[in-house]
């Protein structure tokens, strides 16, 4: 009689980088079942923060440690942008005797795996498994990386192996070319922080109205959440609603006296510039062409 087959064991993680995605990550990974061996940050507080959170015992480090690092199939580097070159070296020679064919994930949205060429060079795996997902808090965070998009590039081995990482977190997976990268996370930031800044700018014109920061923020969020749900449902041209997608010259001209006079000049600026690609959507849902040019002419 044949012995029962076992689940096939998940390899063991380390995440370089303990800061709200990398903890987010650790969390996330450690709830579908991996066993998360270490976590590294620049202060080793801070690893022991993050280590905390997880409810199985993974060694925390600081950053000058990395050769102390556990035996781990997969290394996430999980740092800002700009030490993930300098982390990669670091890694390169400090993981030199290691027992198995590691792979090596970094998680910035704008690099691609090129960055970790030290790595490469020692014949590790390398790639780039960056989530499409706003996390502002570890533990929040690790909910919302469950079912999220994640843009995926790297050697065959790294992409099959985050692949895998991304199916046990119940996500999807679509990949772009190394050097589509940078355009891709622009469209991200786009999308995300740069939506965040435009909100802040729209709470300081009601703040300018009297009302209090608060205040402003829990009356916009509803229609920002409305916006949302009409792209859900439609495409841009088709969602677009209010005074550029009716046409209104009028009020565009009221909306610019009163930004002009409320001494907000990134506001002027913002307003002019969506403004100028809200005409284009409209356009093409046939709004005619001599209003179109008479709002182009009052953005200008």
């Known amino acids: ?3 029962p087959k076992t689940a096939k064991q998940k390899p063991k993680v380390s995440v370089v980088g303990s800061g709200r995605l990398g903890t987010a990550l650790a969390l996330a990974l450690s709830r579908a079942g991996y066993t998360i061996v270490a976590l590294v940050a620049r202060h080793l507080r801070n690893a022991r923060k ?3 959170l ?3 015992s993974s060694l925390a480090l600081g950053s000058r440690r990395l050769n102390q690092l556990p035996e781990s199939e997969i290394i996430i580097i999980a740092t800002p942008d700009d030490t993930i070159p300098a982390t990669a070296a670091q890694l390169a020679l400090a993981q030199t005797n290691a027992a198995v064919r590691q792979t090596v994930l970094h998680t910035s949205g704008a690099l691609s795996s090129e960055v970790l060429t030290p790595l490469a060079k020692r014949e590790f795996h390398t790639g780039s498994m960056h989530p499409l997902v706003s996390i502002s808090d570890p533990v929040t965070g690790a909910n919302a990386l469950s079912g ?3 843009c995926l590039e790297g ?3 790294a992409l099959r ?3 895998s990482l991304v199916r046990d977190l119940k996500g999807h997976s679509f990949s772009v070319d190394a050097e589509g990268k940078a355009l891709y996370h622009a469209a991200a930031v786009m999308a995300s922080g740069h939506v965040v800044a435009l909100l802040d700018l729209a709470i300081a014109l009601l703040v300018k109205n009297g009302l ?3 205040t402003a923020r829990h009356l916009l969020l509803p229609l920002l959440e409305s916006t949302l749900k009409n792209l859900s449902r439609s495409a841009p041209g088709r969602a677009l609603t209010g005074t550029f997608a009716r046409g209104d010259l009028e009020t565009v001209r009221r909306h610019l006296d009163a930004l002009g006079a409320a001494g907000v000049p990134d506001a002027v600026a913002a307003y002019k510039l969506l403004g100028r690609h809200s005409l284009e959507l409209a356009g093409r849902n046939h709004l005619d062409d001599e209003t ?3 709002i182009q002419n009052a953005l200008e």
Do not use: G, V, Y
């Open 1 to 3: 009689m044949s012995p």
């Open 155 to 157: 050697d065959q081995t």
């Open 161 to 163: 192996r985050a692949r």
């Open 148 to 150: 999220a998009f994640f």
């Open 212 to 214: 209090s920061h608060t």
């Open 292 to 294: 179109l040019k008479r």
């Open 50 to 52: 993050s280590a905390a």
């Open 54 to 56: 997880l409810e199985q």
